[in-house]
């Protein structure tokens, strides 16, 4: 209801404040008996962390996860999964003189409005902090549904475009870059160009591409929880995004059906992918893939007009560390996401058979 | 879990196949004691029914509700409010050729690959014929926020775009032609495309633009359920949705943060609006708008390859009754989810003052 | 939310009135491929429906229930079962003189202060009209979980007790008397004081007992969603219910741990059971057993002090068609959302194997 | 879905072990701006606490409450409250013998059919440990609905009860004795009763009474949601518990409805309380009062027979440390959710006013 948690059976309540003690989470409905890898756990949370490359916030964060319950002996009980990752680099002073101001197309402002205060430091609650716990429950999910092949990789930064079907990049490239992009001509004019938008104390956009693999068919609810629904609605959650399309997408909108329809083999799968996978609402086996777009981070180290709480007009000058693309650190939050949608869908689908 | 709901709050459920008895819901969490302006929600389920231009579906259904509880002496009591629709005009034997048949693009195969078993009658539930009751949620919650304006339109149908930013169109003429765009030459351009596209057999995409104005400060949920993720995951759930974006949306990921943030007014209100009138997951006051793309319909008339459940090739020759482009009829579809999502996070709003 | 709906996985919702058009509700969740037995249905509505003997309401109902989606061809399909009961004797002038009474032990007076206004005909949303839409429910999961065995009875109207434990009772005699209580004298007692106090103008309460046989072990979710607490909110949750208790129950507070503990077998089994089938809130293969007590109905045919709405002091006479005693027609609806609640748990429990 | 969330509006979630590193939980839906007393907190955890009476279990645990965020400046925030509360005191080695035994009537035995593998340690998930984060939950209930009075009591302890109607009881000396029961005179009894049964090497069952005064009229949701089923069901979820009635309970299932029924005063109370404040599942503004029995600690120090996973028949010694009666350390945690389940029922309401 509050919104602080995601997921049918497989199921993220999240917690924490940027600037507070801790953030983390309960992961409940994980299948027991799950031989949990945590390091590989902790590998998802360092391609979230902070100051892992130039390209990124200075904040100097180990984010290491603590399991307080529902692991035992190794593997997951059928318990609860409460974990904390706490928040060493937390420096609330950064932003006491944010107290009283609205930094533009930040939340602060609806904050104010919606709850009649906010805990100012770093965003509190609106923070993508808080993306630490969907990485955790993400890379639990990941290990629950094994088969399945999730791969997000940048395809865009502001106006580069990563021009090539997902079909011929080698995704075991994604990360040897810090940009995250598998092409490596590509990666680094993005590279490039972000560490100019840097130095302009500038920031910018990007998309990010997610294709997921080995799906079986059936996932999905028909009507309101559709699969891409509901992969929808777990993207557009993340901080900055503001489009969310799979298969043909906002192009299959221009298009006719004699050239959108996807001709079925003897085997049932299909010529052409334009559906992404997924055919009212249920994955038919195919790849499913979509593209998720991410607005420039608002905080710029420039000087900017906004006002206060009193609705005095005041001048602001970016403070604190941030990033000036958010698409590279976004790759695993997308990846964990897609995860525990499938997760959920899988579990539920098991629940008939 | 199984899909056929929608909201917490404010909670639509939904039943019925294409060619069964009737479709219908249930409407849960309705708000007391307001008086229904019936009417007002036939003349909804009117611009959606089919048959009522030449350019969308030829099925002749009256789409009369019946209203069955919850409302007494015009008047919500609290209860939840049943209601059915006849299917009038239903015709099973135009599907029975396709009793074993998969149509392309259609939800046919994974049916089968979920349930083991499905009403192959017109798409049974997975039909576009769902979205009546959804029509009737939907006028309903407009009548229980009736200061919020909502306003959706036709802003594309193949490649003709609308190309007026939506401050500049009159609302008022959405309906006043059968594609439902507000401004007459476009909609003039759009209609003879249509028509064309409908003589060749085939079917067109589009996309529908919606506004939702006088929206108050502090709806949204932060985290999981922000008002642009519940917004998306509504529209997505629509039948041929593609893609949604709000505010700048795609080309928003292009843009620069020093571009893109929105600079407070005095009172709060922004001199841009980028952000598409949500921050952080929640409404900031200012208008919010968002588009959705729709793919063609799949049901060409023309021959098609096609398999049957043996795996078998088959000829498929496209019979019924289908719009050759769904965007016109859906233009009220897309109200109604909004306001069902408007509604309800307005309730949630409400517990805490 | 508000309060229509019951079940995670398998779920019905509700609606309708006692005088209205219609009751009915929708199944959600219902695994695809169940080969419904309708005549089985109906066979519960009957055991439910008023009229059926001379110690029930007289109220003519037919109860017929008519499904509108979800079953195709006898079998259900995995969509939501949608279905109505039509309220064929309805005879809301009945309750024209309630309009602005306060029945004593009613829930009028709540009605008007929760929503502020109400449906005063025959109760309305708060008669046990509703529980119609249960039994379907309930008729239709027992179905869909056909080897468990719920066998509920009448074990007490008024200080007339069944003092027999209920592996002594034949359940096959349950409704061979119109009290449904397994035991023949004990049954004719019950009987002829129901009789007397129809005759005085006067109703009595009662206890229901019901028996779950052949359940699995390990149905049940630990901590808050407890089996017991489930089947507890479900028989808390039908009208004038005021008390559950399952295995020792209230005597098993009175007892010591060396009396009260159940001794293992070998293969799992023990040797007592005062568990009452669930240990942990989890069942243990061992018979689940429970009992629920029923207050007697409010509505008597003598004449009672009362209140209007202004708060003026009137007298009333009780009117209309109404039990002396609900536990007989109650016997089926305690079975049913028994039903509702096991196969929940079932469907639950398979999502992990 | 896996049962460890209670709650819609105020909704908590609970994670840990008995032997882990710690218990604790996420409550979401908190109202923002409530000033929290976190000694009020940490007060009822002490009731709680073992070790604080001859008569309890001697575990050594300060359980001191960590609250990591939703907090700020004293108030809530209106983000999620996590908090953890550390086992110190976990001695997991004390179970290292109970590896591959299943003591009876505890909850290993399901566990291992459920979920295929266990946490052993002093039952794991099991435990009554896990009402810790309930007690915290609660709380921050009472403090954010502060003008409702909440006060449970030992009514009973073995055939010990304490005999008066709760009207002539001072609620303020329930904490005064160890057993919790505000009639000094039989709480001397109980005492005496527990010391002897403890020696033994046994342990005793007994009940609880709850009192709810000053709800206002309207909470609860009719049919499913009834104010009483989820009180029922909020109860039985506690450890240990066997049975709920509330109002006349199963006395009122022997009475007539015209000794039953609760006549009006002019100003809508009643003069009789038989109904227990809730009528129709929605609360009239009478007290609230309702009785729950626990059993018999299960674990009894005295050997006992049993079997092993393998099926092998095994005596059992009892150890650890543990309860030879629930009832005096139940008293904060039925209060405690009677308190969530209101403020929730609160919060609902208020979405409609």
Chains 1, 2, 3, 4 share one sequence.
């Not at 932003?95 to 402002?109: G, I, M, T, W």
């Not at 993508?128 to 999730?150: C, F, L, M, Y």
């Not at 192009?251 to 055919?279: P, R, W, Y």
Request: some cysteine.
């Amino acid at each position: 209801m509050a919104g602080n948690t995601f997921g049918d059976f497989y199921r993220i309540t999240t917690f924490g404040e940027s600037h507070g003690v801790a953030v983390g989470g309960v992961i409940d409905g994980c299948p027991p008996g799950i031989a949990i890898d945590l390091a590989a756990v902790q590998h998802e949370l360092n391609r979230r962390r902070p100051g892992q490359s130039a390209i990124v916030s200075q904040r100097r964060e180990p984010d290491e996860v603590q399991f307080l319950s529902g692991i035992f002996e190794g593997r997951t009980t059928g318990a609860p999964i409460g974990f904390i990752v706490e928040n060493k680099n937390q420096k609330p002073g950064d932003y006491e003189h944010l107290k009283d101001v609205y930094r533009p197309s930040h939340a602060d402002y609806v904050y104010d409005k919606k709850y009649g205060l906010r805990d100012y430091r770093g965003g509190g609650r609106s923070s993508a902090r808080e993306t630490v716990s969907r990485v955790v429950a993400g890379a639990i999910a990941r290990q629950a549904v094994p088969d399945i092949k999730i791969n997000a990789f940048v395809s865009s930064v502001g106006d580069i475009l990563l021009d090539k079907p997902y079909q011929e990049l080698d995704f075991s490239l994604t990360d040897s870059n810090s940009v995250r992009c598998p092409d490596a001509a590509t990666a680094a004019r993005m590279e490039e160009y972000i560490k100019g938008i840097r130095k302009e104390g500038d920031t910018v956009g990007g998309t990010i591409t997610c294709v997921l693999q080995n799906v079986p068919a059936g996932l999905g609810e028909p009507v309101f929880d559709k699969l891409h629904a509901e992969l929808g609605k777990a993207m557009l959650s993340i901080n900055a995004v503001k489009g969310f399309e799979y298969g043909s997408g906002f192009c299959g909108a221009t298009m006719k059906g004699s050239e959108h329809n996807d001709v079925f083999n003897a085997d049932g799968t299909t010529k052409t992918n334009l559906s992404g996978g997924i055919q009212g609402g249920i994955s038919n086996g195919m790849d499913i893939y979509f593209r998720v777009a991410f607005k420039p981070v608002a905080t710029i180290m420039r000087e900017q007009d906004t006002i206060n709480r009193a609705g005095g007009e005041v001048r602001l000058q970016g403070r604190g560390r941030h990033d000036p693309c958010v698409v590279p650190r976004a790759v695993p939050i997308v990846e964990a996401m897609a995860a525990i949608v499938l997760l959920d869908f899988y579990l539920k689908q098991q629940a008939y058979i």
